[in-house]
């Protein structure tokens, strides 16, 4: 089954989770997403998902400069981002446990 | 940075501008507000070593397109398709051949890419990049330098301090900009892109002609020294103008006859005959200058060889037609010089101080027909006792006299 589909719905939640966690900049959110196994993730779909959540007002910005490299822009998750996340979060495991019995009712009959 | 890093940086930078340009519908914010920290990402992603890395920032991220599609749709945007198909025609067809140009560059250095040789010969050209950017300054500047006319000459460095500063600039910009030191906007980064390729062009061509173009104009300016003046007379380092001659008593001669040792005729006006390339003269409180005029000699040509030589004003030569000398009109305009002294110091001539032997003429007693045609006055060698080829050679016989 095509992941990236499946992620397409649920990017927002996992984006914000992984802010919510920490805060952190364009590719290092990604390297988390990555490193906690949403592999098929393109790198511009995490930029364009934070980009439309500090839009939307679900997140923070504020640029770290850097003595050595660029600076970096870094996310943060606000009071606004961690309502949205509270209410998706609910929403994923309401969704995740009505797919569940779904297919635990057929596959264990 | 090492070069690696450098080339690196480079193709991150292009990748990012045509991702740029590929937004560019959306508006400058939008663009801006996008892609702000796109060079951090794609270099932060390429160096991430946990990452499997595929090559070449196209097989990394897919085409610059689809990376900017991605980015727009997450983004919550509208996509493209609808406004790439209202692109204008016009624009179409204007930006077909550079659509065109960078297709062929883009597969070609991609065929090149996968070559065994060509990787070594890239660091290699990346390494001379520094280079290029300073030849792209210099090319810039001779362009602005020539097109407000401020160097009409081909030329290596500029030759006002103006035209320094001006170079010194571009070379600054061209360098900084090489570096992406400094940057601007998605627009002018495509501007800057046909600019940098038409300097590229400009800067070939220069260099391919300025070498030929400098040797014309140094060989033209040694011919311009080294040619000898044809003809003549010279008097202490100057060309003189006239020659006045005097007689043994200290008379004044007028319509003196003066010939070399081979009896070519001595004239102070290597260009007589030609108007515009004779020497003018002007007399005091003239309002037109004077030429030298030849005097008429027996078969119609005109003597220049014949002193002291006469003037004729400028307004009273014909135009078009040559001065005919012995028009009774020109005759009476002609101007007579002013001779230095009305008598010069008389002196004792050799034939009458000796009785040594005298000078053997030549055997033709009067000189060669066609280089100095015998005065109508004169009664004219028969042209078998005067043969015009053998005048040089006898005249070498003749003793000189000292």
Known sequence: MDTTQLLKGVLDLAVLSVVADEDGYGYDVVRRLRAAGIEEVGDAS???????????????????????????????????????????????????????????TEGGA | MSIVDDAIAQDVRTYAAQVRAALA??????????????????????????????????????????YAAELRSAAGLAAAGRHERT???????????????????RTGLARLRG???????????????PAWWVLRGWALAHLVLQLVGAEP???????????????????????????????????????LEVLSRVLALAALILVLTLPGAQRNDVAMAAAWVDTPAEDGVFVAGEQASNLFVYDADGNPVDGAQVFDQQGRPVT???????????????????????????VPGSNGQ????????????????????????????????VVAPSWPFATAAAVVPWQKATDGPQPTPTPSATAPAEDAPAPADEAPAPADEAPAADAPADAGTAPATP
Do not use: C
């Not at chain 2, 932060?44 to 920032?57: F, I, N, P, T």
């Not at chain 2, 065994?116 to 990049?129: I, K, Q, Y």
């Not at chain 2, 002007?282 to 037109?288: I, K, L, R, S």
């Open chain 2, 302 to 333: 005109t003597r220049w060889n014949v002193f002291p030589l006469h003037s004729l004003s400028r307004g009273s030569f014909p135009d078009g037609t040559p001065l005919d000398v012995t028009d009774e009109r020109v005759r009476r305009q």
């Open chain 1, 46 to 104: 995490v930029y364009g998902t934070l980009r439309r959540l500090y839009s939307s007002g679900a997140l923070t910005s504020y640029v770290v400069p850097s003595d050595e490299g660029p600076h970096r822009k870094y996310y943060g998750i606000n009071a606004q981002g961690r309502a949205m996340l509270d209410g998706q979060r609910k929403d994923w495991y309401e969704f995740a446990g009505t797919m569940q019995r779904l297919l635990g």
């Open chain 2, 87 to 105: 692109e204008s025609a016009f624009r179409a067809m204007l930006l077909a051949p550079w659509r065109e140009a960078n297709d062929v560059i």
């Open chain 2, 25 to 66: 519908d959306l508006g400058q914010e939008q663009v801006d507000d996008l892609t702000d920290g796109l060079e951090v990402n794609l270099a932060d992603a390429l160096a991430d070593d946990g990452r499997a890395h595929r090559g070449s920032l196209v097989d990394e991220f897919g085409t610059p397109e689809a």
């Open chain 2, 268 to 294: 102070t006006e290597p260009d007589g005959g030609t108007p515009w390339l004779q020497q003018e003269y002007w007399p005091d409180g003239a309002d037109e200058p004077l030429l030298h005029v030849g």
């Open chain 2, 115 to 129: 070559t065994r040789w060509f990787p070594g010969v890239e660091d290699l050209l990346v390494a001379l990049r």
């Open chain 2, 153 to 191: 000459y081909p030329f290596w460095v500029p030759s006002s301090s103006g035209g320094w500063v001006l170079m010194i600039l571009a070379v600054v910009a061209s360098a900084q900009w090489g570096r992406g030191e400094w940057r601007a906007g998605p627009r002018w980064d495509r501007v």
